[in-house]
């Protein structure tokens, strides 16, 4: 289980300097300022994938932004999906940039993806991961917040 509070914080900590800087990088034109930020991403997303929530940097952050808050657990299967997710984007978007030197629209549609999941979920609390896991995953989505996950097979689970 996962606190969903310290999630939806980790991602709002995420969200922020990344949509700072793809404005500044649309604006100038350059993916340049980009870079060292989409490392720190895809780090924070395999520290989560691979050693757990207690390890990333922006869920500890949240974590302790959200601690007078009551807890609301969630499942960890659909959400490290979604982290899976993230990761395997974040992952994209820098090669497509460094080692491919990928145009900027290209960057710039990837980190675009990225950042309009992240403000889903902390905005509205949508996980587009959860819905993707529902359809690729043999275990359906468990314990979603507020019911809000579908189940497997495309029928939604009870409030």
Excluded at 52 to 74: D, F, K, M, N, T
């Amino acid at each position: 289980m996962i606190n969903e509070r310290a999630a939806r914080a980790g991602a709002g900590l995420l969200l922020l300097p990344g949509l700072v800087l793809y404005v500044t990088a649309a604006h100038q034109g350059s993916a340049d300022v980009l870079k060292p930020f989409g490392a720190v991403f895809v780090v924070d997303m395999m520290l989560r994938v691979l050693l757990g929530e207690r390890w990333a940097p922006s869920l500890v952050l949240g974590g302790l932004i959200v601690r007078r808050q009551r807890p609301e657990w969630v499942g960890a299967r659909q959400k490290r999906f979604a982290w899976w997710l993230g990761y395997g984007l974040g992952l994209t978007a820098c090669l497509a940039t460094g080692l491919l030197q990928a145009p900027l629209w290209v960057t710039l549609a990837l980190c675009g993806l990225c950042l309009s999941l992240l403000f889903l979920e902390t905005a509205f609390g949508i996980w587009v991961g959860c819905a993707l896991q529902s359809r690729l995953s043999r275990h359906a989505p468990t314990n979603c917040p507020g019911g809000a996950c579908p189940s497997h097979r495309g029928t939604r689970s009870a409030p």
